[in-house]
């Protein structure tokens, strides 16, 4: 995740040298684009955690039992098509893009003002 998240934030700072608000705007994007790859396994994770734990989720459904990750994915593909894998993805995205955009703005400006302060001396 955070290879796919560094590279499409280098990729788009370098085509959007015109924006001020560069690192915002290319820390956002990576931040959705890492997650959009990533979420269909976390959904994966959360679903096969919950397998034993009938007893804990008798008031929110069925629990399925899987035999392994290809299998609950497959399942899960075919049962609920592409959405299924992505239940509950949209608040993520807004999560990672507002602080993968965060995090590379402060990245960006902390570095500047070193590197200011060290023109200085």
């Known amino acids: 995740m955070s290879a796919v998240r ?5 990729i788009l700072t370098h085509f959007l040298t015109f ?5 915002a705007i290319s820390g956002a994007a990576a931040g959705i684009a890492s997650k959009l790859l ?5 959904t994966s994770k959360r679903r096969l ?4 734990f009938e007893h804990g989720r008798k008031d929110f459904g069925a629990t399925r039992s ?9 399942v899960t593909f075919k049962e609920e098509g592409i959405r ?8 993520a995205f807004i999560k990672s893009g507002i ?15 070193l590197r200011q302060r060290c023109d200085e001396f």
């Open 6 to 10: 560094f590279d499409t934030y280098i």
């Open 19 to 23: 924006l001020d608000t560069v690192s």
């Open 38 to 42: 990533v979420y269909p396994f976390d």
């Open 49 to 52: 955690q919950v397998i034993g």
């Open 66 to 74: 899987y035999s392994s990750m290809i299998r609950q994915v497959a």
């Open 84 to 91: 299924g894998l992505y239940k509950g993805a949209s608040w």
């Open 99 to 113: 602080g993968t955009s965060l995090y590379f703005y402060l990245y960006e400006k902390v570095c500047s003002t």
